[in-house]
């Protein structure tokens, strides 16, 4: 068989590429089937391991039982789109015409895979945070771009304002922002904000702002891009009802915007999955239209998890920066005297049973270095799960050296 193709620029961007060329399952792929085969309680991947709002699940049954089981319409249901576009105003004051400024995607996955696919040109530069979300680094190589890098430096996870005005260019097609950020539950500040509104103008780049954790900011204020003077005639925003409602195997996103970006975005997208998850789509309109107090309540239950687990590892001896927002904590195993991660966390399943993923695979080659000895752990799980979790990091000590 041909060993080339974009496939290939896009496993080895994902840095799915073994030194002799074998292609290897990602990381969560490889931590989660340890996990398995293992017993260990994983906090690797993260999903929560409880389900969302009981409205919305009674909503998708009886979608099912009232029998929209068929293609829903290519930008999305009617309904859907109306309430992304009313949750917008409402929680971010910005105003969408749902009719031609509102995409439905299959997960936000689908919407980042769209924008990139359907706006960049070959040798084009891609912005984006490091370390960063998987997807990223694959969709570039997909559309035979370049990923350019910003570090958020351990433990603040602050960028640097002159690393990023010297990464965007005249090259530069789309600034990726996102925030609140996975993995490092930093929420970027207005003047970093700011600061991307005005290089995309000056440069001509397009924003695409990945907000999937919108409503799980639990520290600092969590800012729409969008919202900002000047930013909306070029952002595309992308939202997630998977991680805002607890339910991530539904795969219902989306992305807003201008309507000719939309355009182009569904261009692609009705070529990748046409439409999906159509008795989903009813369900998560249930969801964006909810009380205020219902969406603090699932943030101020993550934030309880948070707190439960960053205490339990710092109590351990390892040092962990208290992430403002998300589904992650990262701890640096240097400070119990490792400093390959990697290593640790394929040793952890097996000796201890935990499973935690190493930052350095969300980062690109020439900087995962700087990441190495950094472990990320998810927190999005029951206290049963996270309490069990801890019991066995208090093994630790008796790893073989
Ligand atoms: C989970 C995640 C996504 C993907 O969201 P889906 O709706 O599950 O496709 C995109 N971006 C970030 C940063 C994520 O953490």
Redesign the pocket.
């Known amino acids: 068989m041909r060993r080339d193709g974009p496939w290939l620029r896009a496993a080895q961007g994902a840095g799915l590429l073994s030194p002799s060329g074998e292609l290897q399952g990602t990381v969560f792929g490889e931590m989660s089937e340890l996990a398995r085969t293992t017993g260990a309680v994983n906090l690797g991947q993260?999903f929560p391991d409880y389900s969302g709002p009981r409205e919305l699940l009674d909503e998708a049954i009886e979608a099912i039982s009232r029998g929209e089981n068929q293609y829903p319409p290519p930008r999305g249901t009617a309904d859907l789109r109306l309430a992304i576009a009313e949750h917008q105003l409402r929680f971010r004051g910005v105003t969408l015409d749902p009719d031609r400024e509102v995409l439905v995607?299959?997960?936000?996955?689908?919407?980042?895979a769209a924008t990139v696919l359907g706006l960049v040109e070959p040798g084009e530069d891609i912005v984006v945070f490091e370390p960063?979300?998987d997807?990223y680094g694959a969709l570039a190589h997909l559309a035979d771009a370049r990923l350019v890098t910003v570090p958020l430096r351990w433990p603040a996870f602050r960028p640097d304002h002159d690393e990023l005005r010297r990464a965007v260019t005249d090259r530069t097609r789309l600034i990726i922002v996102?925030t609140p950020?996975?993995?490092t539950g930093a929420v970027l500040p207005r003047e970093t904000l700011e600061l991307v509104v005005e290089l995309a103008a000056r440069h001509g780049a397009i924003i695409v702002t990945?907000e999937?954790?919108e409503h799980l900011a639990f520290d600092g204020e969590h800012i729409a891009l969008a919202s900002l003077p000047g930013a909306a005639s070029r952002t595309l925003s992308?939202?997630?009802?998977?991680?805002t409602f607890s339910v991530?195997g539904w795969?219902?996103?989306w992305v807003t915007g201008p309507a000719t970006l939309i355009e182009a975005v569904l261009a692609v997208k009705q070529y990748l999955s046409y439409v999906g998850s159509g008795p989903f789509q009813p369900a998560v309109a249930v969801g964006l239209r909810l009380p205020e107090a219902r969406f603090e309540e699932e943030r101020d239950r993550l934030r309880a998890k948070r707190d439960l687990l960053v205490t339990a590892l710092r109590s351990r001896g390892l040092e962990t920066a208290t992430p403002s927002a998300?589904?992650f904590a990262i701890a640096d195993a240097a400070s119990i005297g490792y400093t390959d991660a990697t290593e640790l966390c394929r040793r952890l399943p097996g000796e201890i049973g935990v499973v935690g993923i190493p930052v350095a695979a969300l980062c690109t080659p020439e900087r995962q270095g700087d990441y190495r000895s950094l472990v990320r752990f998810a927190f999005c799980k029951s206290d049963a799960v996270l309490e069990e979790g801890m019991r066995r990091l208090d093994r630790l000590g008796e790893l073989s050296r």
């Open positions: 993260g995607t299959v997960g936000a996955t689908e919407a980042l960063h979300y997807a996102n950020h996975n993995p990945d999937v954790y992308i939202g997630s009802g998977g991680k991530t795969k219902v996103g998300g589904y």
